[in-house]
């Protein structure tokens, strides 16, 4: 059983690095540990600590640990290289990681990379750089074990038997025509309780999960969620000819950066920030979310500013108003984070977007009423006054109501529009809300108050 | 291939439904459809039209979708079901499913579905149910393959064929003592390529990954994502004897519902939140976060309330303060989220939270360098007044650099107290930085202009 832990490597591994047992590391980081281990410990690690260790791996161990480093590391690590190193290194990765890593990389390396490989893989690598990232094409790999239909089960052993290994993840064989069409699949699990005697055509299943070499990378995981697929052919749309195979591994890390992307992008973070990147670069991709934040900050100032008159006469008014604007803004998140949820699991669709809707506008009157309630009695009892309890109830309700408008269309509308709803519905909800509240409570007040 | 949008399934059943054509939507319901995109309809519909769908499903077709539902869902619809009926649809599932769900049921209801399973079906769901739900015994099923490792190849091959059915997701055959204790694995891989007449213990793999039935999911999925497993065995940490195994299609889950976990508490929703909840459910949970933030806003309300003798002199500072506050807020959740997702991904431990804060404060000051630059230009202009724009320039960089040290240092804080980071960090980050927004703006005017 593997040790799990990183952070108590990362604690041992830093401690040998400051009182100088540099050997200790040495031999920790080049077969010790597993390769995914230190790879691990490589993300975990700050700038400097990561350069230096990266510098105690050996060159034979170092394309193995790139294979488990995530893209954004492995990257800083490969740009580096010599391009004869990354030669070297790209002996280790599949066929579809290679194309992964070559689409980064300067066209220069790319094309020595190429040179450098046996000309049928240079074909195999070629042929998966032609498709986007995004797709299928782009995440499936080339290693399939394909038989003929008419054949009998026992030739598939003696079949097999010549391979010297089967790639990981198989668990199907690919039934295929003379002109590789794909006809079906042979579950290795139906090969092993079948008769030896039976033909693939028999038992072969012709109602398999394949997967269009167009089809959008979030598609593909949804296929394999909800079919619990451990692997899946992969065919040309027009032809039906069989261009690959996508595994779960892959899959899984697809299912982790999209379920991760929401949340990220909601805080202004970039998928591939590195929990450890450095200062300089941490805070130019920081200040440009601030950027945009500031300008927001202004709208509502100048909002506010429209009512200095009201203002000075009502200083009460400065004391309450970020209650309004804040309870609009947290109910108008709720809704929003479920929204953008249910549109990145394709939930939510004209066929139940007014539902959806409607239930939005009446939890938001419904909390609205309570908590304006709530807010005007505390309001009332703190300033005495019983007509700015009026006012604040009156515009929080405003508030949460235009909350519920707009976390609920705001994202389906820039998802029609194709603009990224966890990135942009976030700043833009902020600024409605701080814009009504400000503009209900200080205009309810300049109506009735003053 | 499936046909995988369910939104399109969504909108011809709700269109028949609103015709009337019942006829057609039985007929998608019970079989033209698989049980997973039914599943996935009843998902993406609201309550009504949820209810009636599911009264359209013939009983002996709804064990086969309850499987696919989500958690809530699935426990909506059991919980209106006869006892009886709970039996019936209980022998669709999984033992490990069953017992997932049983956890959720009645006692009475629990005993009738257990007395009504066959004697050994219900010794493993008992044990089964032993296990707490977030560790690896509460996630394993039990339908492992077993051999014996003095056997040949041949024999095993001869075995297998007695099997009618191998479970699904077997990449594994598990090698164990006469005492049940896990020796090793045997990948079909490697059957299937192996001389017949080795013997099992000639050729298993004895450097596994087993699983102590302890362990927590949230491990589990790190071993799996990190060694690329199908599937793994459980063993008893004591005894080392093999209890069962989990397969990636259970792990897939746990990672998708790890990953919205933090997204979704940092909204205050739960994780099991129905995007189609009814109404009175939503409102009321919905109205404990609103409550819970009413909290925070009148905490800076409050201190604002101390300056009122300030503000009422200047009231440019009214016009100005929420941008102080809403600067500290933003950068403040920036660093929070990164926290949440390196705690998470269990990347951030005391031999590198040093440098992180750090690097955070330096960050913090330099974007505040930054804009308190420019917002001190900005307010210069607006309000003619020098004095000001030094007052909110200095106000910034405080709330940043606080802002920084709250979302690195609470979220750990948090995690060792055992409180869960993602639900309770936002809330007290934004009072931090609304409160040190306002007392430093408000605090320095008082001091410098007034």
């Known amino acids: 059983m593997p040790d799990k832990n990183t952070l108590a490597h990362l604690q041992t591994v830093t401690e ?41 791996i050996e060159d034979k161990n170092q394309g193995e640990v790139l294979q488990y480093l995530n893209e954004d590391i492995r990257l800083q690590f490969l740009e580096n290289m010599s391009t004869q190193r990354v030669v070297a290194v790209s002996e280790h990765f599949e066929s579809d990681d290679l194309a992964d890593l070559l689409q980064h990389l300067p066209d220069k390396v790319v094309s020595e990379v190429l040179l450098s490989m046996p000309p049928q893989d240079r074909l195999r690598v070629e042929a998966l750089l032609s498709y986007s990232e ?31 290994k089967i790639p990981d993840m198989t668990d199907n064989l690919l039934v295929v025509s003379r002109s590789n069409r794909l006809l079906g699949t042979l579950p290795l699990a139906k090969l092993l309780i079948c008769d030896t005697k039976t033909t693939v055509r028999d038992i072969m299943e012709t109602d398999h999960t394949a997967i269009h070499s167009d089809t959008s990378v979030s598609e593909v995981a949804q296929v394999f969620e909800k079919m619990d697929l451990v692997s899946a052919p992969v065919i040309d749309r027009s032809t039906g000819k069989l261009l690959g195979r996508i595994t779960i591994d892959d899959v899984v890390d697809v299912i982790r950066d999209e379920a991760e992307h929401s949340m990220l992008s909601m805080a202004g973070l970039d998928d591939d920030e590195d929990t450890f990147s450095p200062i300089m670069k941490t805070t130019r991709r920081r200040a440009v979310w601030l950027g945009i934040n500031l300008i927001t900050a202004f709208i509502a100032s100048y909002v506010i500013g429209l009512f200095q008159h009201t203002l000075n006469q009502v200083v009460a008014l400065a004391v309450l108003m970020p209650i ?51 807010i005007a009695i505390l309001t009332a009892v703190w300033f005495d006054n019983i007509k700015i309890a009026y006012i604040i109830a009156g ?39 701080d814009v009504v509240g400000f503009l209900a409570f200080l205009g309810l007040a300049t109506i009735f108050l003053v």
Not at 36 to 43: F, K, M, P, T
Not at 150 to 159: A, E, G, H, M, S
Not at 348 to 373: K, Q
Not at 414 to 426: F, R, T, V, W, Y
């Open 324 to 374: 309004v604007a804040s309870m609009g803004g947290i109910a108008g998140s709720q809704v929003l984070t479920l929204v953008i949820r249910g549109i990145a699991l394709d939930q939510i669709g004209s066929a139940n977007m007014r539902w959806l809707l409607n239930r939005e506008l009446i939890v938001g009157l419904l909390n609205g009423l309570l908590w304006s309630t709530v």
């Open 395 to 433: 515009a929080t309700i405003i508030n949460l109501l235009i909350a519920a408008l707009t976390g609920t269309l705001l994202p389906i509308f820039l998802k029609k529009l194709g603009i990224d709803p966890a990135l942009a519905a976030s700043v833009i909800l902020t600024t409605v809300t």
């Open 134 to 164: 995004d797709s299928a094409g782009g995440l499936m790999n080339t290693d399939t074990i394909t038989i003929r239909p008419n054949i009998t089960l026992d030739r598939v052993f003696r079949y097999l038997r010549q391979y010297k």
């Open 16 to 56: 040998s690095l400051e009182s100088g047992a540099t050997l200790q590391t040495r031999y920790l980081l080049n077969g010790a540990l597993p390769a995914q281990d230190v790879a691990s410990l490589l993300e975990s690690s700050p700038p400097k600590e990561r350069k230096l260790l990266w510098e105690l």
